[in-house]
């Protein structure tokens, strides 16, 4: 097993590098880079114009009431006109896009390796405080959502495959079908106009992780208060995430319940319980620890965009938005190698998994 891990570990890096690499080099391709953001801004005309290409003449800027301008001259920036080139000069220089591509590539891999992944362009902060400010956000709306739905499926997957067929299981069928089609966003909304003030109830605040007073509350109200500003938002995450694993759960018991073994453990007047617990577990969870690296990182980073937003959560999720709508390379290129590394961590930490689910798997004997 040993050897297995180390290898696993040594093909972490190139993944690294050829995903980092291939979205580099798209990003950079892409119109409207950090540089034309900030011309931009400086020229006051974002939003404003409309860049029009006039063959044989350059660019022309035709604002809203049709007048067509001249673009002056700025490296090839929309929006540049009124800048000097030693202006526009500045501007490359301080976001570091004075230097070749090529140059500014292998820099990025240097400093990454070294987990030194800069400063945002825009916030004027490191992007490894950024994350860590907020982490705490993404961590609460992922890990409890992520275990909420897993306490919650995988016994009422199992006793759907008990009672297979029964009314139970045509009733909880349903409701977990109802559940899956309404859109997280929407219901969340609902929560919001029964439970947050909205037009009924105001039983849960709309706002924030924490209240304004958590520092000078106790230890056991600082727990009470932070479960009752996560309430809604994590129980909008959970009402649709139930479906998939319920489901699956329930048809990997049935398959392993109709299997021969079973047969014959029960000839052997084994009970429905030993049965159950002792042989059918271990063999049918083995496709649920298999989709939990997924599971937990769509819930940790990329499920609570919306929730975010319509809480007013500053998580992860709301960073990578505003970092990717602003061009913050920084941020968006320091954002994506975190989360794949922890994705394929995680993805490793899942085949240890089934090895003490089932000591029967045997990795060292596969190729990797």
């Given at each position: 097993?040993?050897?297995?891990?180390?290898?696993?570990?040594?093909?972490?890096?190139?993944?690294?590098?050829?995903?980092?690499?291939?979205?580099?080099?798209?990003?950079?391709?892409?119109?409207?880079?950090p540089?034309d953001?900030?011309?931009?801004?400086?020229?006051?005309?974002?939003?404003?114009?409309?860049m029009?290409?006039?063959?044989?003449?350059?660019?022309?800027?035709v604002d809203?009431?049709?007048?067509?301008?001249?673009?002056?001259?700025?490296?090839?920036?929309?929006?540049?006109?009124?800048?000097?080139?030693?202006?526009?000069?500045?501007?490359?220089r301080?976001?570091?896009?004075?230097?070749?591509?090529?140059?500014r590539?292998?820099?990025m891999?240097?400093?990454?390796?070294?987990?030194?992944?800069?400063?945002?362009?825009?916030?004027g902060?490191?992007v490894?405080?950024?994350i860590?400010?907020?982490?705490?956000?993404?961590?609460?709306?992922?890990?409890?959502s992520?275990?909420?739905?897993?306490?919650i499926?995988?016994?009422?997957?199992?006793k759907?495959?008990?009672?297979?067929?029964?009314?139970?299981?045509?009733w909880?069928?349903?409701?977990?079908?109802?559940?899956?089609?309404?859109?997280?966003?929407?219901?969340?909304?609902?929560?919001?106009?029964?439970?947050?003030?909205?037009t009924?109830?105001?039983?849960?605040?709309?706002?924030?992780?924490?209240?304004?007073n958590f520092?000078e509350?106790s230890?056991?109200e600082?727990?009470?208060?932070?479960?009752?500003?996560?309430?809604?938002?994590?129980?909008?995450?959970?009402?649709?995430?139930?479906?998939?694993?319920?489901m699956?759960?329930?048809?990997?018991?049935l398959?392993?319940?109709?299997k021969?073994?079973?047969?014959?453990?029960?000839?052997?007047?084994?009970?429905?319980?030993?049965?159950?617990?002792?042989h059918?577990?271990?063999n049918?969870?083995l496709?649920?620890?298999?989709?939990?690296?997924?599971?937990f990182?769509?819930?940790?980073?990329?499920?609570s965009?919306l929730?975010?937003v319509?809480f007013?959560?500053?998580g992860?999720?709301?960073?990578?938005?505003e970092?990717?709508?602003?061009?913050?390379?920084?941020?968006?290129?320091g954002?994506?190698?975190?989360?794949?590394?922890?994705?394929?961590?995680l993805?490793?930490?899942s085949?240890?998994?089934?090895?003490?689910?089932?000591?029967?798997?045997?990795?060292?004997s596969?190729?990797?």
């Amino acid at each position: 097993m040993a050897n297995y891990i180390l290898r696993r570990l040594l093909l972490i890096v190139p993944t690294l590098i050829a995903i980092i690499t291939i979205n580099f080099f798209i990003v950079q391709i892409a119109p409207g880079g950090p540089v034309d953001q900030i011309i931009a801004e400086m020229s006051g005309i974002r939003g404003n114009m409309i860049m029009e290409r006039i063959s044989g003449q350059g660019a022309r800027e035709v604002d809203d009431g049709g007048h067509a301008e001249e673009q002056d001259s700025g490296g090839g920036y929309r929006g540049a006109r009124g800048l000097n080139p030693e202006e526009i000069e500045e501007i490359k220089r301080r976001f570091g896009f004075d230097k070749p591509l090529h140059i500014r590539y292998v820099e990025m891999l240097r400093d990454y390796a070294l987990f030194d992944f800069g400063e945002s362009l825009f916030r004027g902060r490191s992007v490894v405080g950024l994350i860590v400010d907020r982490m705490p956000v993404s961590i609460s709306l992922g890990l409890w959502s992520t275990l909420i739905i897993y306490m919650i499926s995988i016994p009422l997957g199992i006793k759907k495959a008990v009672r297979n067929g029964t009314r139970f299981d045509t009733w909880t069928s349903t409701a977990i079908i109802l559940g899956n089609a309404i859109p997280t966003f929407l219901f969340a909304i609902v929560l919001i106009i029964l439970f947050a003030g909205g037009t009924y109830l105001d039983w849960f605040p709309l706002r924030g992780l924490t209240s304004d007073n958590f520092a000078e509350l106790s230890f056991f109200e600082k727990i009470v208060d932070y479960f009752h500003h996560l309430a809604l938002p994590v129980l909008a995450m959970v009402i649709g995430g139930f479906a998939t694993l319920t489901m699956l759960t329930k048809n990997a018991f049935l398959d392993e319940i109709n299997k021969q073994y079973v047969i014959t453990a029960r000839a052997k007047g084994c009970t429905e319980k030993r049965i159950l617990w002792r042989h059918v577990f271990r063999n049918a969870m083995l496709l649920i620890i298999a989709g939990f690296p997924a599971a937990f990182i769509s819930m940790f980073f990329t499920g609570s965009l919306l929730i975010e937003v319509i809480f007013s959560l500053e998580g992860l999720g709301l960073l990578g938005f505003e970092a990717t709508m602003q061009r913050d390379y920084p941020v968006m290129f320091g954002t994506l190698y975190i989360f794949t590394l922890l994705g394929l961590l995680l993805n490793l930490i899942s085949d240890i998994t089934y090895t003490v689910v089932d000591p029967r798997i045997d990795f060292e004997s596969r190729r990797t």
